[in-house]
């Protein structure tokens, strides 16, 4: 059973420890694909409301996503459920914090959050 992350403090860690392992444009072209429900590495993932059928026990609501942290990244199994205008914006800091590190993927970057944007319809 997981534990729903309530506190900002708590949820701003575990999007943190996410976008610190992940391979950020891949992450970005999944989060951008149709096809996909996510993106994940290990015991650290995200997963987009399309990733279960609302009769399936871990559905999270419509429009909305959950990052997931799991042992050993974790002491145990925690989830933090948003809408998707806050992992939007999560996407916009840490994809600004990639930028700071490789400007040479600005137009690369740009339109992959362009791409989803309009999936998200935001």
Request: net charge negative; charged share 25%.
């Amino acid at each position: 059973m997981y534990r729903i992350l309530t506190e900002q403090n708590e949820i701003d860690k575990l999007v943190k420890s996410y976008f610190y392992i992940i391979d950020l444009p891949r992450a970005l072209e999944y989060f951008g694909d149709i096809e996909r429900h996510g993106y994940g590495s290990g015991p650290l993932e995200v997963q987009l409301s399309t990733y279960h059928e609302p009769n399936e026990e871990y559905y999270i609501g419509d429009r909305k996503v959950c990052f997931i942290g799991e042992p050993p990244a974790y002491d145990e199994d925690v989830m933090a459920v948003m809408e998707y205008n806050q992992f939007y914006n999560y996407l916009v800091i840490y994809s600004g914090k990639y930028l700071d590190e490789h400007p040479e993927d600005i137009n690369k970057i740009n339109n992959l959050m362009e791409t989803i944007k309009n999936r998200l319809g935001i």
